[in-house]
């Protein structure tokens, strides 16, 4: 752990993919760029280890922005026609060539949607909500996800969200928003919250009327890949401590954070596990998915790729939260007894703390149901929404220290399970709709 | 005072100037319909009081920012080509249709320029700083008021400037830029404290080249207005406490800290003061200068129209950091006695303390030479330079229990030198070059 504090690489190498190569979002030619930069780091820090770097072909979304994005508020009485500062969310279709104008319909929840059915007819949904700290993201990310299938589904012409954000300059914050199954897609793009708050004066002073021009699209799926790397176990190579990260970002602002970061720290992990004589019981195995943010697929493809080996994966970890300090840890059901074992050597950097909670993260969900217990290296969230899927979301915004401090959390977590003589214990499937293996 | 913190209208108008005119740069259409507005809300507060509101021309600058403002970090070794998010600075010429390109000398201060001298030659300067609190701004601001002129002098074809910021989600902060007497104006833009660390980076990496695309232009001097509005002093009308604030404001945002909201403080204060039976023994006079951001036509204008009256000006304050939480009071050389006796009401709102350090203000500065002393109502200082001169200089920064509260310590502040039988010492003329009057 001292080597990733002393010696670390993190930091450099997240300047390297954040300035060289930049946003990388699915099926772009960063995302292939963003690939081959990390297959061929993962060999530099292999080389004469034993250990192996490989893709993983990957089929993911492909969709582009475009170069139009634009709207705004129609004038009113008591408001001039203003532009809002807004961002397509990732899915979304064009509007129609030359935009579309409507009156605008407000609700704060999927609830309220369903309540105000025939009246959002013809009309843009707007989504407000009142995001205030990082763990209102779960609580409030639905309204981007499945809010605008849903008004579209009752005949809604576009949706408008309010930003999922703890801080705002006039900044919007983009994400992934679903296409409902039997109804065609409806553009939907995220405000500022400065133009979410302003959109709300104006419909309380009603009616308000807004114009919308977008021109993204969505093109056949493209090729991608998970990048691969290992260190095999020296007694049980077929069991695995696999570590995770998305080397995909959204296209705005150079995905430092969300999850550059991420990627850097189990990289480095991986890195100086190598450099360990002799090299841990089982095999420490590293996974940048290829498809977070739009698709899950390189998470999903992982899990069926792999359906085989998953009963011997012994633990799976995923940084995808940022680079805040690193608090402590956490685990799935039953895994605390072990983690605590592991905790002296964490409270160097901080985190020699077992935290409550699920231990989990988007990627590696899909191997949830094949019972892989989970764990966690938890960092502080404070300013993680602030920047989250930004143009904001760049390198000047994640601190070298506790970048470092976060890698070595993890080394050391990757390494001590991957060495110790127990395993965490197998988790049960979900239930049916439930969320079985929280606690 | 209570009447303001109880019955106040300054976050209602500030809404009303903000969503109904928005931003107002000099010699704009919106400048001009916020005079118009300024003028008839004078009329309504002043109704039946016997105060009277009335407009005084002046000449202002007509710059207009256009509507193509790009550019970025050509590729070089370790960087991709990326896009900055900049705003031309006020003031600036356009550069040659299509733009240009040039590689970039970094300096971060005037002396370092100076240093550089034949270098900048057919360069683009690159002024970068440490701008990390309010307390900065005074200290880097001349790196965007002269640095470009200083730079064209040297021969160089464009400046950038780091923003002058405190906080930062990918967002330029624009303001004036001075013209050099004897050197053409070279195009002039802020760069977001972001793509300023990313050039910086670039820049040690180097050599590195940047694009630059603008099409602002500067028009012939535009009509524009004071807004001036007074109540008449019952024992000594010619004797005359001025309150002001600038009604123009950059045009992006909604100029609400700066300055709508010294605007709606110093209107909130004249309408209270009004109310008030009998009359203050002088003359209470509100002045909502015309051109402050960019020229400081209006304070001169101001200051050259009532030269003869100057004498009798017994006291001049400008609200124009803001509405930050009222922290207390500050007067040029001399008048600490008398505002202190002036503080106990003040305690009310946390303002009951005198602070050290001079009053002042840019639009009232220009009546410094007068003699005319200067109050101060401080604000909290710490969040202004966030939003100041940027896209989310917008109502939901403005706390409305502050901009009440700010707006009664004013109110009682001009009311009380209004009425107090004792005035506060004239200043001496500053001596030729020196900074007299500070203490």
Redesign the interface.
């Known amino acids: 752990m001292g080597r990733v504090l002393s010696e670390g690489r993190a930091y450099a190498r997240l300047?390297?993919l954040t300035?060289?190569?930049?946003p990388r979002l699915a099926g772009s030619p960063a995302a292939a760029a963003a690939e081959k930069w990390a297959l061929a780091r993962f060999e530099e820090d292999l080389k004469g280890t034993g250990g192996r770097a490989w893709l993983e072909p990957v089929k993911v979304p492909h969709w582009e922005r475009g170069t139009v994005a634009r709207g705004g508020l129609l004038a009113q009485p008591?408001?001039?026609a203003?532009p809002f500062?807004l961002l397509a969310l990732g899915g979304s279709p064009a509007t129609p060539p030359g935009g579309l104008e409507a009156e605008v319909v407000e609700v704060d929840s999927l609830e309220a949607l369903q309540a105000a059915g025939e009246r959002v007819r013809g009309k843009v949904v707007f989504f407000d909500h009142a995001m205030a700290q990082p763990s209102d993201y779960g609580r409030f990310s639905s309204l981007r996800t499945r809010g605008p299938a849903e008004a579209g589904r009752l005949g809604a012409v576009a949706a408008l969200v309010r930003s999922l954000a703890t801080?705002?300059?006039?900044?919007p914050h983009t994400g992934a928003t679903n296409a409902a199954e039997g109804a065609p897609p409806v553009p939907a793009a995220a405000l500022s919250?400065?133009d979410a708050?302003?959109l709300h004066?104006?419909v309380a002073a009603g009616p308000a009327r807004v114009r919308l021009e977008l021109d993204s699209r969505t093109l056949p799926d493209a090729d991608g890949h998970n990048v691969v790397a290992e260190i095999r176990g020296r007694e049980k190579p077929d069991e695995v401590v696999l570590l995770g990260a998305h080397l995909d970002s959204w296209d705005v602002?150079t995905g430092a954070h969300d999850d550059g970061a991420g990627v850097v720290m189990v990289m480095e992990a991986l890195r100086v596990i190598a450099q360990q004589k002799p090299a841990p019981r089982r095999t420490v195995r590293v996974v940048l998915f290829a498809n977070e943010e739009n698709g899950l697929r390189g998470g999903r493809g992982y899990a069926e790729a792999h359906a085989a080996e998953l009963p011997k994966h012994v633990a799976a970890l995923e940084m995808d939260s940022g680079a805040g300090r690193p608090l402590g840890v956490a685990a799935t059901a039953g895994g605390e007894a072990l983690m605590r074992r592991l905790l002296p050597p964490l409270a160097k950097v901080g985190a020699g703390v077992f935290l409550p909670g699920d231990a989990g993260g988007a990627d590696i969900g899909p191997m949830r149901p094949a019972g892989v217990p989970f764990v966690a290296v938890r960092v502080d969230p404070t300013h993680y929404f602030?920047?989250h899927h930004?143009?904001?979301d760049?390198?000047?915004k994640v601190d070298p220290v506790f970048l470092a401090q976060d890698a070595a959390a993890v080394a050391w977590v990757a390494y001590a399970l991957a060495d110790a003589v127990e395993v965490l214990p197998r988790q049960p499937p979900p239930a049916a709709g439930g969320a079985a293996g929280r606690h």
Do not use: H, K, N, Y
């Open positions: 300047a390297e300035d060289s190569i930049g008591g408001f001039r203003q500062a801080a705002s300059l006039r900044s919250v400065e708050e302003l004066r104006a602002g602030d920047v930004t143009e904001a760049t390198l000047d």
